[in-house]
């Protein structure tokens, strides 16, 4: 017998009790009074997490089905988006656009790097009459995040494209002000920084994209956002049946990273990050992102030289009922990942820590035992 | 104080304990060992339920959901579909393919009515080159089901064309054996029959279906069939993260309608329908169906003169906790719909009945208080 598994994955995350507690509240009308309080509560929460005064949408999905939402409800079919791709998450949201018709413009990124404002200034230039201006703010497969993205968007808005972000893996865990940094379409997901189960899409609509959306008109029946906004207007519902239990739990997670402040809950994931970065290197290990484009909240660490990843990640969760995750495609074995998303604490940090450690040394790594939380826990006094 | 509210809507449904229960096991990683294992059983469970040998998927959306990876996997742009339209579902799954750019035939079915064998032979006749037939097995917004689904699917197939069934508030409450009926595409949904919590869709796929998908290539990321197959084939995965809570919910959900036995589930459904149609037959209500098209597990009940539908469900609510629904559109205040499903045992059939005497008598209703228990309860002794 054991504790449950401690998950640090980048998603799903660990659930704090009084959201699995929320997510069991006993069943309501989807259609009648209680969903009719709960749902607008819900909405303006998720602008007060987004920062933003755009419109928010809860879809019954995984993130990917938020993407697929933009996609379908925004460009038409020849129209042309640019999307930086310097990963697997990447190339989904191109792939997503692709597939509703649009020309998309793949903007090649170096992996382990992120794309910079003048990578985009030149392909707008290039590219004559981009619509759109996709981007992974933090591409899950490399640990990376795109540390220019407000003036991305600054140029995005000056040659009349819209801002969509796919911020699935980062809403809540990095600065990320939708409304400041004039967003159009920001998409996030509940199993990442919200801290809630996964099957929650969050998509948010600025006036800019619902222009544009009028015009289009959704090619979807399921993520067709004109109806969610008529639902929404006329019946303070969802045009389709809600997942009831996890509409509660991200109630219930947005009233608590409301109290938080949602500066607090971001600057938790920020400190986290720093004494992770810290103990990693202290234990002399190497990460796969360049050091200016390094994740918060997914922390991609190079496999030291003759261990293999899935042996360190098989190690980490039977001995210590921790759970990490490997890299994607090629990466498979040359890295691993942890994610600091959710619930940050400095357990989490120092559990982490010293079971990479521990796993670590028993497979005969050289380093020093207590070198990593040697490097972090000094760094853990304000968390 | 009281128990929590009687949910009797067309879903979603009461959850037994033991479903909720499984909903919060500790949080698992959707790519690692404890998946692997619940995936596979999950789905050959399914396939059990639906009984078919069909592959069986399971998507993080609602039944609608279902309805667009259908359409969206299914016929190309052009290709006609034959639709019958009789109520508020049926026009949604013609909707949905019309999205998708089939040539939709809507086969208009009078309201109250479902469609018969001879009306699709006859379509079929008058329309060539009909590559499928869609039907709705159970129109919620009437209270209908197709009597005659086993031959219009006969029909369907002698002409070449695919056999699609939107079962979505039915599977699991009404016969439907999947493989023998010859089904191609079968959806249905984790809240109806089948006492799950909402947000999960189940979509049935035979091999004459894959010749029309591989054909085709799907037109959605989100819910392209193909990457479903190659994630279950190569990894016992999901493409993207699937709502993991729920997964656990209709997992144990399974194991409990199995023990029952698909059949003993499905005549539990069929025999508490015969004692509410009885008992509200009993109290001088009328029904909205006609008589071989009644639905087992949606319940569409005419208002009696003078009494709105709004003041019945309020009365139901507020003073005896339990929920029912009204009509859609032009129905609204017409009739009112009680969901058998699900969880399905005397008490909800004698306390729904019970507080619809107590709530029409409040509201002057004429009928003798008591006839509507005492036409039920004979009826319950097999239950």
Chains 1, 2 share one sequence.
Not at 248 to 270: P, S, V, Y
Request: proline share 6%; glycine share 8%; with cysteine.
């Amino acid at each position: 017998m054991s504790l449950p598994q401690l998950i640090m994955l980048p998603g799903p995350t660990n659930v704090p009790p009084r959201v699995y507690a929320a997510m069991c509240k006993p069943m309501i009308n989807h259609r009648g009074a209680e969903f009719h309080e709960l749902y607008p509560r819900l909405l303006e929460n998720a602008k007060k997490v987004f920062q933003t005064e755009s419109d928010l949408f809860v879809l019954t999905s995984s993130g990917t089905g938020g993407v697929e939402c933009a996609a379908s409800n925004l460009l038409l079919p020849g129209e042309k988006i640019l999307v930086p791709v310097g990963g697997t998450f990447g190339e989904r949201l191109a792939d997503a656009f692709r597939v509703y018709g649009a020309n998309v413009v793949d903007l090649k990124v170096e992996t382990g790097s992120a794309p910079t404002t003048d990578q985009v200034r030149e392909a707008l230039r290039r590219e004559k009459d981009v619509k759109a201006v996709a981007v992974i703010y933090n591409e899950t497969s490399t640990g990376t995040t795109v540390r220019d993205l407000p003036e991305i968007g600054k140029v995005a808005k000056e040659n009349g494209a819209l801002f969509i972000v796919d911020a699935i893996s980062v809403l809540g865990g990095d600065d990320l002000p939708v409304g400041k940094w004039e967003v159009d379409v920001c998409i996030t997901a509940s199993q990442k920084c919200l801290a809630t189960p996964p099957g929650l899409a969050l998509v948010s609509v600025s006036k800019d994209a619902w222009r544009v959306i009028e015009r289009s008109k959704p090619r979807t029946e399921y993520f067709d956002l004109i109806k969610y906004r008529k639902f929404r207007d006329e019946k303070k519902e969802t045009p389709f049946t809600p997942a009831v239990n996890l509409f509660f739990a991200l109630d219930e997670a947005f009233q608590m990273i409301l109290e938080t402040g949602m500066e607090a809950w971001i600057g938790r994931h920020k400190k986290a990050a720093r004494a992770y970065y810290s103990a990693f290197k202290g234990m002399g290990l190497s990460f796969f992102a360049e050091e200016r484009s390094r994740s918060n909240v997914v922390l991609a660490i190079n496999m030291p030289p003759k261990i293999s990843a899935k042996d360190l990640r098989e190690k980490l969760r039977k001995k210590y009922g921790v759970v990490v995750a490997g890299g994607f495609g090629n990466l498979k074995d040359a890295i691993f990942r942890i994610g600091n998303m959710g619930i940050v604490t400095p357990r989490e940090v120092i559990t982490t820590v010293s079971a990479v450690e521990g796993s670590l040394h028993e497979l005969g790594y050289p380093g020093t035992l207590g070198e990593g939380l040697r490097a972090a826990i000094p760094l853990l006094s304000d968390l």
